[in-house]
């Protein structure tokens, strides 16, 4: 039987077999692992971003007699070291500018929280995605209200 491939290239088939290993498979065997954050630490970025803006929040307000719908409003190192991590951040105020509500979400954590005037009226947790070290903020305790440990 005769063989479809010239001779001349056949001995050469090794070597094309072994350069297409090296090009297509090799990368993905020694590609090693990315170096990211884990998702505990997004996690305690996430809660540390949303409480920046909140203090932010009410520091303009304090100054401006109204809150702010401008995340540049209260913007600090600290906080934009947060987002730089690919936080994503909703700031929406009322007409009036003394009721207003922030999300802050990441890919494994989504928080809110809501003041009306100096009161917190809302301040909510969504675990995205369960992992270890992921878990939500324990509620901040109102003043004035004594807590016991057992």
Sequence with gaps: MVSPVPPEIRKFLPLI?????????????????????S?????????????????????????HSRYTEHVADVISPALADDLALGLAVDLNVSTDGQTYYVSVASDVLSLLRARQGDKQIADSCAVIKSSKGVKCPAPPVAPGTKTTTK
Excluded: C, M, W
């Design 39 to 63: 998702a505990s630490t997004r996690a305690a970025t996430t809660t540390a971003a949303l409480n920046l803006i909140d203090k932010g929040e009410q520091a303009y307000k304090s100054a």
């Design 17 to 37: 077999a072994l350069a297409l290993f090296a090009v297509l498979i090799l990368p993905q065997i020694l590609h090693g692992k990315k170096s990211t954050t």
